[in-house]
């Protein structure tokens, strides 16, 4: 017979074998795929963040550059200016190529509703070192100086789609924004295939136009205003690509001597002491610390498949009992004990097989979903797929996992008695379990479930502290708007009147119920200012929004001590400044922080502002970990024109609306911003609501695998040991005595693994407890539901097999199937 033959014709026994145990085989493959399934999407995130090559020009040369300014007494990382950055791309030695970028965002005059959007400056560079693809035109040219200005423009293929519905002729037609009402505007030269993600490292990816450095007028062919060296911004980049042999010191040393050379320009220019450059692998910066989320998942995974490989080796083990016999028939009929291992690592390998496709299917879709609830929220998501790296991982897994469960019921199989059994109908035909091995199968399984849900409990207590904690501002019924008029020469005072009358246009409108001048609450992004004493000792940065006299009574934010902002401080006629709870303790540490009241602080544009009222925490739910509450309020001096609007119960508003309302008054008016702020507040609280979703499941999930395994070892045990309850039962054992056998048996080894499992969940947190606080906290009273939810189905699952032996006639467990 053929070796083609031989193996064709195994493979039909394995299959016909399993055929005829259709619980087990269903029991196995639904385990395994789910568990599968869920391990294949987290190594997909795993290989994308630190297997997969970046799709870039050469990763590992490619740098970011930022700087870190030094004060007297701290300093600021990651804040630029863009004098150093200019400086650093003109007179490097370390560079082959490099360019800038940085965010912004533009109203789009003459399209439909004059759409605000997320526009990217950077240089020609970009586009061939970041591997752009276009579905139309090009980028712009590169080598391109600073001091030329470049009209060209590149747009996203949903900027395309959405304003010049898929015109394949976009090509040469221009775009204007507001600050662009004289001259042509930009050319559009190019159209960006929706399959590119931008940089994540620069508001997560968010790009529907780029324009060429030359354009930004925050810096460049501004004749009137150039950004001073305290003006920071934190989407500002520098990203380079080194010359071969140039290591990372090597790039400090170079900009750190370069930047020196025009000291005389930044020292002590804001009360900056020293400028240093912080140069970072790019890969490291486009992941953040999102890498160490991925690693989270992977544990957690990977607790899941332990598990799950327990409870089919239980699986295996009832397995190897029932098969007894049909080992012994082919040990009499001469098979060799290797022949019967590759009938069972056959029968093994077929149940892995369908098990790890079903999970990569599985996998492909839970991949799309994925996609779909993180897009936007964590970098690399679209480079996630079913790749070859994936699939040799689950070909691995397929062969080990086979090789295990069949090492798994090889052991139980007692070859040299086969014949024996096969004279005695089998009874006895597979060894049982010894106790020490029932033990330690039972121990693991709660230690790695226990350890698996209180990690899961403490990151959903993390999100949980996020979601529960007070905003300190009301969302509910609430809308931004911010407008302005280009050319509008009014001054200051002019302005406040101007922002008065629209303000009571807006209050006098149907639906709406109140009014009052400010920023939004809640953003995705902060600004940030420091405050100098009159020592001149600047402190820390601190969140900031620019607001109304009216703002606190509308959004439900307390002032605690003091009062609102002046008329006067609104007119520009006086500087005046709100300050958090938070900030007054931080600014006077050993004092009644009341006492802050009446003090003054140099902040904006160097002018001395006096702290007039302390309000509340406001606490960011993004950012909370970095401000811990701490919040300043600056009059909303209207240089242009910000509401915070309230609408009644049920009404909605839209931006066409409130730009329609507001050109009655003034038809010069451009709607710059406007927001849903339960929309935006809920958008922030995403990922926290995603993660309790995910961690919950897992910790249940956990929870039933766990209870299935110590189930499953415990109901094979006593099915094995049925003679010997069923001898102690008819002998008149009282149950209580059966009771403290399954104590020393199940419940002790739960209790040992339940043991170590906190004792290592303790250690591990108080130990990494600074580096895990962005990512979970202990809460003692959830933990405790947890671990007490966690014993009881514990105790449920060894003792629930006895349970259903005991209801037995003591007869019938002496009944030999």
Request: glycine fraction near 6%.
């Amino acid at each position: 017979m053929s070796r083609l033959t031989k193996t064709r014709s195994q493979l039909r026994l394995a299959w016909a074998s399993l055929m005829n145990a259709p619980g087990f085989v269903t029991a196995v493959v639904a385990t395994l795929a789910l568990t599968l399934a869920t391990l294949f999407v987290v190594l997909s995130l795993v290989n994308s963040y630190f297997l997969k090559p970046l799709d870039v020009f050469d990763e590992t040369r490619m740098v970011v550059v930022e700087q870190s300014l030094t004060y007297d007494d701290y300093d600021a990382v990651g804040f630029q200016s863009y004098q150093s950055i200019v400086h650093w791309l003109k007179n490097n030695q370390s560079f082959e190529q490099a360019f800038m970028m940085n965010a912004a965002e533009n109203v789009f005059l003459y399209l439909d509703g004059q759409p605000k959007k997320d526009v990217l400056y950077v240089g020609g560079e970009y586009f061939e070192l970041l591997h752009t693809p276009f579905l139309l035109g090009h980028g712009f040219k590169k080598g391109g100086t600073l001091e030329e200005a470049d009209n060209s423009a590149v747009i996203s293929e949903k900027f395309w789609k959405e304003h010049f519905n898929s015109d394949p002729d976009v090509i040469g037609k221009s775009l204007k924004t507001a600050s662009e009402i004289e001259g042509d505007g930009h050319i559009i030269t190019g159209v960006v295939a929706a399959n590119f993600s931008p940089p994540y490292m620069i508001k997560a990816g968010s790009v529907d136009v780029w324009y060429p450095t030359s354009s930004d007028r925050r810096f460049f062919h501004n004749d009137d205003w150039q950004s001073p060296w305290t003006n920071t911004f934190r989407n500002l980049k520098l990203i380079a690509v080194l010359k071969p042999s140039v290591t990372n010191e090597q790039v400090k040393t170079d900009l750190k001597a370069q930047i020196d050379t025009i000291k005389s320009q930044w020292l002590n220019n804001g009360g900056i002491t020293d400028v240093k450059p912080v140069v970072t692998p790019y890969r490291e910066v486009e992941l953040g610390n999102n890498d160490q989320l991925s690693l989270m998942m992977l544990a957690g995974a990977v607790g899941l498949l332990i598990i799950a490989v327990l409870n089919v080796s239980t699986l295996f083990f009832s397995r190897a009992l029932a098969q007894h016999k049909t080992l012994a028939l082919q040990a009499v009929l001469g098979a060799k004990r290797k022949t019967l291992f590759s009938s069972i690592l056959l029968q093994s390998l077929i149940l892995m097989s369908i098990s790890v496709s079903i999970a990569l299917f599985l996998s492909i879709w839970g991949i799309r979903l994925f996609k779909v609830l993180a897009e936007g929220r964590l970098p690399l998501v679209n480079s996630l797929a079913v790749d070859l790296n994936l699939v040799l991982i689950a070909v691995v897994m397929c062969i080990a996992l086979a090789y295990i469960f069949s090492m798994i019921t090889a052991r139980l199989v007692n070859y040299k008695t086969l014949n024996n059994q096969m004279q005695n109908s089998g009874k006895g035909g597979v060894s049982q379990v010894s106790g020490r091995t029932v033990r330690i199968l039972i121990g693991t399984q709660m230690f790695v479930a226990a350890l698996l849900v209180s990690f899961s409990i403490m990151i959903v207590s993390k999100a949980l502290d996020t979601i529960n904690r007070p905003l300190g501002s009301d969302t509910q019924n609430l809308y931004f708007a911010q407008l302005f008029q280009t050319n509008n020469n009014a001054t200051l005072a002019e302005r406040y009147e101007q922002i008065k009358q629209y303000q009571k246009v807006l209050q006098n409108s149907e639906g709406i119920k109140d009014v009052a001048i400010g920023q939004s609450p809640v953003s995705a992004r902060q600004n940030a200012n420091t405050l100098t004493d009159v020592e001149g000792k600047s402190s820390i940065f601190f969140p900031s929004q620019w607001v109304g006299p009216d703002y606190f009574d509308l959004v439900g934010t307390k002032i605690l001590a003091g009062r609102t902002f002046s008329e006067q401080a609104m007119r520009g006629e006086t500087n005046e400044l709100l300050v958090s709870i938070s900030v007054a303790k931080w600014l006077l540490p050993d004092q009644e922080y009341t006492n802050v009241i009446g003090k003054s602080y140099k902040g904006l544009e160097d002018k001395m502002f006096e702290i007039v009222g302390i309000t509340e925490d406001f606490n960011h739910p993004k950012y909370y970990d970095e401000s811990f509450g701490r919040h300043m309020w600056w009059p909303a001096q209207p240089w242009s024109y910000m509401f915070v609007i309230e609408t009644e119960q049920g009404v909605e508003l839209t931006s066409k609306q409130v730009l329609s309302l507001l050109r009655k008054a003034n038809s010069h008016l451009t709607l710059w911003q406007f927001r849903d702020l339960q929309q935006e507040y809920d958008d922030l609280l995403y990922m926290s609501h995603l993660t309790v979703a995910l961690c919950s499941t897992l910790a249940l999930f956990t929870l039933l695998l766990a209870a299935i395994g110590i189930f499953g070892v415990l109901s094979y045990n006593l099915g094995l040991r049925r003679y010997e309850f069923g001898i102690r039962m008819a002998l008149g054992a009282k149950k209580i005595r059966l009771f403290k056998l399954m104590s020393k048996e199940a419940v002790i080894p739960v209790l040992i693994g339940f043991i170590l499992a906190i004792a290592t969940v303790l250690a591990g947190y108080f130990m990494l407890q600074e580096q895990l606080i962005s990512w979970l906290i202990m809460d003692v009273r959830l933990q405790l539901i947890a671990w007490t939810i966690t014993l009881i189905i514990a105790m449920f699952a060894c003792f629930r097999p006895l349970l259903l032996l005991i209801k037995a006639k003591p007869m019938a467990a002496l009944r030999n199937d």
